[in-house]
């Protein structure tokens, strides 16, 4: 059993992290045709769930359809409302056998609904149904990754109970392939100047339509060789380079305008879960300072297992 907050090798790990990424890549094509648009495109997210990534239902005829890449078992699972459930393993298949795969899978389901098309956020967008380029693949590297992504998750969904204003779920973008929890002032952003590889500008615009204050994790690349936790807010506030945020080995990263935090410097502590607490809070607080958010509307308590808020309490102050 892989154990909480795992071991991260990026340069080892690369060939199976950029399999898998191709893969969900794949898999995340389902809700962009099926579901209608939700705000800053949060129904093409991908949820963290025990066994692998999910995507989240869509119409098909007389029912819905789910698709949950299996990462205990390496396999990929398509179940629907109507009793339909089936898969096949992922052993490093090419993305274009993965995808003929999962395609017939759909229609066997009764799931009239295309994934066709190619990668997103990625210089090299080769299509589908065209890219035949070996895939390297290990098991134990699959569910370490996983396990890696849930403890993070966990954290992720613990600060965003901490605030009764807009925020997204913690949930994982396949373009990117980060997981980020995003918490939103409410007042309208300046235009977003777009410029990401294979992403339209007005998608990019609408998912920056509002001041947000951001904050992920992702496995490595873009400059930083190993996995990490990172946070920004758009637009940057003024000083916010200069802030100083929690805990000590967190570091500003000039290159990409955010801070970024070492996922080792997260296992390695003594208490993971508050190291990652500490720099999600303290990030937060330097954007929403920065840029005047009116911090005392929008923030709650952190929920309690069991026990909803006490709202009487609250106004009280």
């Known amino acids: 059993m892989t154990q909480r907050w795992p071991a991260l090798d990026f340069a080892a790990d690369q060939p199976v992290i950029e399999s898998l990424h191709a893969y969900l890549q794949v898999v995340g094509k389902l809700p962009t045709r099926a579901l209608p648009w939700c705000n800053h495109s949060w129904h093409l997210a991908l949820r963290v769930v025990p066994r692998g990534f999910r995507s989240y239902p869509v119409e098909m005829p007389g029912g819905e359809v789910e698709v949950t890449f299996d990462c205990l078992s390496s396999a990929v699972a398509v179940e629907t409302s109507t009793g339909f459930a089936d898969g096949f393993e992922v052993t490093g298949q090419t993305v274009q056998r993965f995808h003929e795969q999962l395609a017939e899978l759909l229609r066997l389901a009764g799931a009239d609904t295309s994934i066709s098309g190619a990668p997103n956020e990625v210089e090299d967008a080769i299509p589908f149904a065209q890219d035949t380029r070996g895939r390297a693949w290990d098991e134990a590297t699959l569910a370490r990754i996983h396990r890696a992504f849930s403890d993070a998750n966990r954290v992720f969904e613990r600060f965003r109970s901490g605030f009764v204003g807009k925020s997204s779920p913690s949930h994982l973008f396949w373009g990117s392939f980060d997981l980020a929890v995003t918490r939103f002032s ?33 496995l490595g690349g873009g400059g930083v060789d190993e996995a990490a936790f990172y946070a920004y807010g758009y637009p940057t506030p003024e000083g916010f380079s200069e802030a100083e945020v929690k805990p000590e080995e967190a570091y500003w990263l000039a290159d990409l305008g955010e801070f970024v935090l070492p996922y080792e410097a997260v296992r390695n502590s003594d208490d993971p879960e508050a190291a990652l607490m500490a720099f999600l809070e303290s990030t937060y607080a330097a954007v ?4 005047g958010w009116p911090r005392e509307k929008l923030e709650i308590p952190r929920g309690a297992f069991g026990k909803p808020y006490d709202v009487e309490a609250l106004r009280r102050g």
């Open 186 to 218: 409410g007042r309208e952003a300046p235009l977003h100047p777009g410029g990401f590889p294979n992403l339209p500008d007005h998608v990019t615009r609408e998912a920056y339509s509002h001041e947000v204050a951001s904050a992920g994790f992702w």
């Open 288 to 291: 929403a300072d920065g840029g």
